[in-house]
């Protein structure tokens, strides 16, 4: 980050967004092109046009971007995914700005946001042909749901979970319009599920598994 940079709430069908969008339509393009291991229908649309606008804005979703000037350099959103849990998507810094911790900066923006509306933890997934995400959000304190020991082409889909405000009870939507727009926005979601399933497992089912001497 330097001086100049600014963190702005805007919208994933933006013009301010159409950098990002593209670039992480490139990027999962041209990993995955040869990769079969996420079992998607065959009707599934592309990873980039999976979500419509509407999850990630007010009230349940988020949508943030880094600008330096009138560049946009990196960004990121979450999601309604439960009562209490904030799904983050969409993390992705220009390809000419990486290395300078802006990564870190949009999470921290988001996690920041996710508790302010009430959110308790969130959940994210990555691709098993991204270990630098996979890396920072270990770094950044994530909970792996899967075998770090598992070759992550046998596992597709790499997900991971942390508790951001364990006092959090969820958000808290007051007023007719935002209640609306939020039962649209947890409709548009629950459409998506045919192709992106609900979590198989979860941090709180992991808590509860015993553990062995």
Known sequence: MTPT??????????????PMLEELDFEYTTRYEDYEGFNKPADAPKE???????VFTAP?????LIKRGEETIAGGAFMYLDRQTAE???????????R?????????????AAAER???QIYLTTGPRQPEAKNLYLKLGYTPL???NTDPEILGSLPFEKVIAPDNPGPHITGLRNQLRGLAQRRAKTKTARWHP???VRLHALSEVPHHA
């Open 5 to 18: 940079d600014r963190i702005i709430r805007s919208r994933i069908d933006s013009d301010d967004a159409r």
């Open 48 to 54: 980039i046009d999976l979500y419509p606008p509407l």
């Open 60 to 64: 349940y979703g988020e949508f943030l």
């Open 88 to 98: 983050i998507k969409r993390v992705w810094t220009s390809s000419a700005h990486r």
């Open 100 to 112: 300078q911790g802006l990564s870190r900066r949009i999470m921290g923006a988001l996690e920041e």
């Open 118 to 120: 009430g959110y308790r």
């Open 146 to 148: 899967f075998d770090l």
């Open 198 to 200: 609900a979590p198989a």
